[in-house]
Structure formats: structure tokens, C-alpha cells
């Protein structure tokens, strides 16, 4: 069973940037495409930027502009490059990959298990 594990949150000041890393525990096929969610206790989950299978990238009108999604293959890693970070952004962030395990799978989602990042002077 592929497991997906994220890194790259903490404490940072408004203004600054974190990368989020989202990577699968074992080597695969291929991350087919990549989905970025986030959570604020109490309030419904949030979407929040996509990479496509096509390729393409879509972004919440909150993050556009700031937050730029990415996936490498290579690393069997997907990424969330957040810039100009404001309070607004505190939240868990959560992976979602759309992966091929091997040649010959079918394609499968699975998730990562959140990473704190908190927006704070």
C-alpha cells in the first residue's frame, strides 16, 4: 500500500514562504495528478490548487498568484511552493495524489496526512 508523506510546514512570519512536500513511500509508475487541500478547524475543507493530468495548473482565487503546484516524477514527490503567506493561509495542508503504481495499475488516489502551517508574527 502506497503511503504519502508530507513535510515542509511550521511556524512562519507573514510575508515569508514554505514549500510543502508530498512523497510517496515507495517508487511508482507515475503521479498521474495532484490535488492541495487545507483545513482550518471548524470550518469546511478547502481546495485548493490542482496540477492536472493534462498538465495544467489551477489555483483557489485566494492562493493565485502565491502558490505555485508542482510534481516531479523522478522523486515520486509533488510540491506546494507558498509565497507572500498571510495569517488567512494558517491551516492543515493535505495531499492528494492521483498515482499509477505500477505500468499495468489502474490509477488510485490517495492522501497525505496533513502538515501544520501556521502564519504568525
Known amino acids: 500500500q502506497v503511503q504519502l508523506v508530507e513535510s515542509g510546514g511550521g511556524l512562519v512570519q507573514p510575508g515569508g514562504s514554505l514549500r510543502l512536500s508530498c512523497a510517496a513511500s515507495?517508487?511508482?509508475?507515475?503521479?498521474?495528478?495532484v490535488e492541495w487541500y487545507r483545513r482550518v478547524p471548524g470550518i469546511q475543507r478547502e481546495w485548493v490548487a490542482a496540477?492536472?493530468?493534462?498538465?495544467?495548473?489551477n489555483y483557489a482565487d485566494s492562493v493565485k498568484g502565491r502558490f505555485t503546484v508542482s510534481r516531479d516524477n523522478a522523486k515520486n514527490t509533488a510540491y506546494l511552493q507558498m509565497n507572500s503567506l498571510t495569517p488567512e493561509d494558517t491551516a492543515v495542508y493535505y495531499c492528494k495524489l492521483v498515482i499509477r503504481r505500477t505500468s499495468g495499475s489502474r490509477l488510485r488516489d490517495y492522501w497525505g496526512q496533513g502538515t501544520q502551517v501556521t502564519v504568525s508574527s
Open positions: 496540477f492536472t493530468s493534462g498538465g495544467a495548473t
Open positions: 515507495e517508487t511508482i509508475f507515475s503521479i498521474n495528478a
